[in-house]
T-cell receptor, first 115, second 117 residues
Framework: EAGVVQSPRYKIIEKKQPVAFWCNPI?????LYWYLQNLGQGPELLIR????????DSQLPKDRFSAERLKGVDSTLKIQPAELGDSAVYLC?????????????FGPGTRLTVL | AQTVTQSQPEMSVQEAETVTLSCTYD???????LFWYKQPPSRQMILVIR??????QNATENRFSVNFQKAAKSFSLKISDSQLGDAAMYFC??????????????FGTGTLLAVQP
């Protein structure tokens, strides 16, 4: 069974440019998470989806970040415009649900470099 | 607010030896989960072991075991018979046990483990 798929693995852009990251969760997983991982830090949750509904986006900087999961399957995270401080790894994870015993499975992440 | 602290930025162990990684956390909740994740250079986070706070027995998974001290809010990971493939960044994480908007993982800053042949 395929794991969580993310693309691209690496992205280099100039500041003020837009960028988008794509995530395809494990088949049948209703809950999808986007995390931000800065260099030398642990991941921090940006947004969590239950099917197509964003149920926790309190940590998402809404002035420049947006996310969607229109059909409740794959998801896209966008930054527009990107800033130097956005250079980080963006991780996607999924789980069957958000209940107690549902393990989160992580993708390999997208490493973003903003020049 | 819940916080997770890993005070060892880097650790080193000889192959076949045992190493212990430290983690402390702060919470006012009584029911929660604690996790250790491994992140190799490929960046893919892999769950190593999980502990439920209401269980007194320490969790074990093959060569990996934890020492969970609830009163002290301490959750250390012991890796026995270390192997070269154990080299990675290890993250301690916390999660409240009930669902809803607060159901999220809170990670520490990680410990980079090197395994010497």
């Amino acid at each position: 069974e395929a794991g969580v798929v993310q693309s691209p693995r690496y992205k280099i852009i100039e500041k003020k440019q837009p960028v988008a990251f794509w995530c395809n969760p494990i088949s049948g997983h209703n809950t999808l998470y986007w995390y931000l991982q800065n260099l030398g830090q642990g991941p921090e949750l940006l947004i969590r989806y239950e099917n197509e509904e964003a149920v926790d986006d309190s940590q998402l900087p809404k002035d420049r970040f947006s996310a969607e999961r229109l059909k409740g399957v794959d998801s896209t995270l966008k930054i527009q415009p990107a800033e130097l401080g956005d250079s980080a790894v963006y991780l996607c994870a999924s789980s069957l649900g958000s209940g107690n015993h549902n393990e989160q499975f992580f993708g390999p992440g997208t490493r973003l470099t903003v020049l | 607010a819940q916080t997770v602290t890993q005070s060892q930025p880097e650790m080193s162990v000889q192959e076949a030896e045992t190493v212990t990684l430290s983690c402390t956390y702060d919470t006012s909740e009584s029911d929660y989960y604690l996790f250790w994740y491994k992140q190799p250079p490929s960046r893919q986070m892999i769950l190593v072991i999980r502990q439920e706070a209401y269980k007194q027995q320490n969790a074990t998974e093959n060569r990996f075991s934890v020492n969970f001290q609830k009163a002290a809010k301490s959750f250390s990971l012991k890796i026995s018979d270390s192997q070269l493939g154990d080299a990675a960044m290890y993250f301690c994480a916390y999660r409240i046990s009930y669902g809803g908007a607060t159901n999220k993982l809170i990670f520490g800053t990680g410990t980079l483990l090197a395994v010497q042949p």
